[in-house]
Nanobody, 124 residues
């Protein structure tokens, strides 16, 4: 079992930045690829960014490419999402998840353990 806890969300003005953290317990995250997803009210959950077990390979949704950066610190058992140039359409609950079977996947069904999420609200 892996427990994931996200933090760092909040209210920010358009153009601002936030850094989300995803801290794990129960198992070391170095065994897993990781991903960030988001879900806005009334919308389906969507892939935001993914990172392989070592941090050497990342992938992003087109909507966040160039603005968001995913990274990880396996020594701290933590994954991060740096979000810059935020837009109102980035408003959502952001969740992290582990991916043991299909590294790099953007499909939520390929992810195993999920955190509860942290709210990000971007005002215009």
């Amino acid at each position: 079992q892996v427990q994931l806890v996200e933090s760092g969300g909040g209210l920010v003005q358009a153009g601002g930045s936030l850094r989300l953290s995803c801290a794990a317990s129960g198992r070391t995250l170095s065994s897993y690829a990781m991903g960030w997803f988001r879900q806005a009210p009334g919308k389906e959950r969507e892939f935001v960014a993914g990172i392989n077990w070592s941090g050497g390979s990342t992938n992003y949704a087109d909507s966040v490419k160039g603005r968001f950066t995913i990274s990880r610190d396996n020594a701290k058992n933590t994954v991060y999402l740096q979000m810059n140039s935020l837009k109102p359409e980035d408003t959502a609950v952001y969740s992290c998840a582990t991916n043991y079977r299909v590294p790099g996947s953007s499909r939520a069904g390929d992810y195993d353990y999920w955190g509860q999420g942290t709210q990000v609200t971007v005002s215009s």
